[in-house]
């Protein structure tokens, strides 16, 4: 009888994957948020309390992910990192987007020499690693958390440039865009009224992406001793004093905040990938919006 | 009087589109121009609009030289053409409501104080119900966009009038409606008309005379069938 089964509709599987995916990412972003949000003011504990007498001690109901080698709970510098490498990371990926968006709307909407020239320069740009640009800036001031956030930033916005400078090309060359020179805009109203507004949701979607990106750069920032302060809880600096425990087999310092890095940005990425399915349009048909 | 000389034209020097047209409209005259799909019809009208830069020849408006093309052109020779495309879907920005398209070419040019007024207006002068004019572009119909396309091209008081296909996606009724508006507009203020289409009856019917685009000493060799710049985007970096 097994020839006589409904088959199942195509595309119906992988639909409901996305569907899932798209839950879990969404409860676990929001559960990260309102837990960074939420656990500084309302505990009130002392992420920074050292107690030399509970260093280096596993998991327990006490301490769910254990302590540091200074006794200082795991779980709250994790949270309390959290914080700090999201801030960095929205705060860097705005920047880098702000960035990008003037100047791919800049090239595209202008067009002729003055496109040719930033491309170009936005090719040089490129040219250069991007982790080694980041850390010359860094290096260029004192540790702390707006050095790397204007590191990252300024080394992240050329694919956003990209994008935009993309995007605006195909619009320009849509009918109402000359209707509205007809109409007698301006260059800076058409780019104002028509062509930012239809890149937005592009760019949006490249900001979305780029957190978990810079959050991982502000990890290695801070792991290689450039970013944060080493007192200071993140992402990275939390791993990167973990370094010296995790050879005398003290696994639990190194894999909470290495899941730490890990949960939140995949739940972002996957958020982000679920908007851009949205935006696609062969997409959109499939799912039927 | 708008005069179109020796017009080379097209997305490609090597292969322009339009070649060596000359083509006069006589003040308030209505121009029918006529041709096949793909032969560069729609690009002489652009380039007779101002939103394509010919690569040789002169648009003459009312005696005075084009002084330029697209946003090199002065606001007021630009706004002396009220330009009306063949797609209302394509020629609407899908994020204003249709009382904001209407008025925009109003705000763009400085003048906002009574313009929402203004655009109701003339959305009824086109036969457009003010209930659509808080709607968006993709909660009409073509026809009714083409109504709000039209009206955007009428509320700076255009003295030439350019037709692109107006009337090729909509039904008999509609077309018979929009050309009803546009000929009591040009009986009110006297404005020229270029129509260019491929339906020899309507533009018979509507305009003082048609012209083949063949007549138009154009050498079409068949080979110059460009499709306007939508498809061509500069080099992908």
């Given amino acids: 009888m097994a020839d006589l089964a409904l088959p199942t509709a195509p595309g119906r599987v992988a639909r409901t994957a996305r569907t899932w995916k798209l839950r879990i990412s969404a409860t676990l972003v929001a559960g990260f948020v309102l837990a960074v949000l939420l656990v500084p003011p309302l505990v009130g504990l002392d992420e920074q309390a050292v107690d030399l007498g509970a260093k280096l001690l596993p998991p327990s109901l006490d301490h769910p992910f254990g302590t540091d080698d200074v006794g200082r709970d795991l779980l709250l510098r994790c949270v309390y990192g959290l914080r700090v490498s999201l801030l960095v990371g929205v705060v860097a990926a705005l920047v880098a987007t702000v960035l990008g968006t003037a100047v791919g709307a800049a090239a595209g909407a202008l067009g002729g020499w003055t496109d040719r020239l930033v491309m170009r320069c936005v090719d040089a740009f490129s040219s250069v690693p ?37 995007e605006i090309l195909s619009l320009r060359a849509r009918p109402y865009i000359d209707a509205a020179v007809s109409g007698g805009a301006s260059r800076l109203r058409l780019a104002r009224r028509h062509l930012i ?21 502000e990890s290695a920032l801070s792991f290689l001793g450039l970013g944060l302060p080493t007192h200071q809880a993140s992402l990275g600096t939390l791993v990167q004093s973990a370094r010296g425990t995790l050879l005398a087999g003290d696994w639990w310092p190194t894999l909470f905040p290495g899941l730490f890095i890990i949960v939140p940005t995949l739940a972002i990425a996957g958020l982000a990938g679920a908007w851009r399915e949205r935006l696609n349009p062969r997409r959109r048909s499939e799912l039927m919006l | 009087m708008l005069e179109l000389l020796s017009l080379t034209a097209g997305y490609d020097r090597r292969a322009p589109v339009v070649r060596d047209v000359t083509l006069t409209l006589a003040p308030g005259e209505a121009v029918g121009l006529l041709g096949p799909s793909g032969c560069g019809k729609s690009t002489l009208a652009r380039v007779a609009a101002l939103l394509h830069r010919p690569d040789s020849g002169r648009v003459v408006i009312d005696g005075e030289p084009a002084r330029g093309y697209r946003h090199r052109a002065p606001r007021a020779q630009r706004t002396a053409f009220g330009v009306v495309f063949q797609q209302p879907r394509q020629s609407a920005d899908p994020r204003l409501r249709l009382a904001d398209l209407i008025a925009e070419p109003l705000r ?3 003048r906002p104080e009574g313009a929402a007024d203004k655009a109701a207006e003339t959305a009824d002068t086109v036969g457009l119900g003010s209930d659509l004019l808080g709607r968006r572009p993709h909660e009409v119909s073509d026809g009714q966009l083409q109504r709000a396309c039209l009206a955007r091209a009428l509320i700076l008081r255009p003295r030439y009038l350019v037709c692109d296909e107006m009337t090729a996606m909509l039904d008999a009724s509609t077309t018979a409606a ?17 129509a ?40 992908v970096r």
């Avoid at chain 1, 982790?131 to 694919?159: D, E, K, Q």
């Avoid at chain 1, 507004?197 to 750069?217: E, S, Y």
């Fill in chain 2, 196 to 235: 260019v289409g491929h339906d020899r009856v309507l533009l018979d019917r509507w305009c003082d005379r048609t012209v083949e685009w063949s007549e138009l000493g154009s050498r079409h060799d068949g080979l110059a069938t460009a499709k306007p710049p939508a498809e061509q985007s500069p080099s």
């Fill in chain 1, 130 to 166: 991007h982790l080694l640009l980041g850390i010359f800036i860094v290096a260029l001031f004192r540790p702390g958390v707006w050095p790397v956030v204007v590191s990252v930033g300024l080394t992240h916005w050329v694919s956003t440039a990209r994008i935009v400078r993309a």
């Fill in chain 2, 178 to 194: 929009l050309v009803g508006v546009v000929e009591e507009y040009r009986r009110e203020t006297g404005a020229a008309l270029l």
């Fill in chain 1, 197 to 217: 507004p239809g890149v937005l949701p592009q760019a949006g979607l490249a900001a979305v992406l780029m957190i978990p990106h810079a959050i991982w750069h």
């Fill in chain 2, 108 to 110: 763009a040019t400085g």
